[in-house]
């Protein structure tokens, strides 16, 4: 890893985002109150709490509950390999994560049951976790 990716890695930082959240496809665009909704020519998707599965127009779901990890890029659209960073050392503990960017951040979805292993792992790395 080179020594500028390095120094982002280290003046970034990570937070666990509050609840269980589940990945879906759904018939109908929701409305509101859904961590995250996209939609391209064949799908929609859908990121939201498990409590408010319910509401979704649902065809199917990933199974799995995950655990919603917001990273805080210290130079977002700057940071050349900072997902490869993240998602290399999250592999390299035998986890699997779905990548998640918006505009000025990024977040993973890790298994709830693997959700410490990968906070270790990413304090382990050099980016700071914060606790609310």
């Known amino acids: ?13 990570f937070q666990v985002v509050t609840g269980d959240f589940v990945y879906a496809k759904v018939k109908t665009r929701p409305v509101d109150k859904h961590f995250l909704v996209t939609e391209d020519e064949s799908e929609i998707t859908v990121v939201t709490k498990e409590e408010q599965l319910s509401e979704l127009d649902l065809i199917e779901r990933n199974k799995e509950i995950y655990t919603l990890v917001m990273l805080n890029v210290s130079v977002p659209f700057y940071a050349v390999g900072f997902l490869a960073a993240i998602s290399s050392v999250i592999a ?8 998640i960017s918006t505009y000025s951040k990024d977040y993973i979805l890790i ?3 693997s959700a410490e292993k990968a906070q ?9 976790p914060l606790y609310v």
């Open 1 to 13: 890893m080179d020594a500028k990716l390095k120094e982002v890695i280290r003046a970034s930082s």
């Open 92 to 99: 390299e503990q035998g986890m699997n994560i779905l990548i």
């Open 111 to 113: 298994k709830k049951e």
């Open 120 to 128: 270790w792992a990413l304090h382990n790395l050099g980016l700071t």
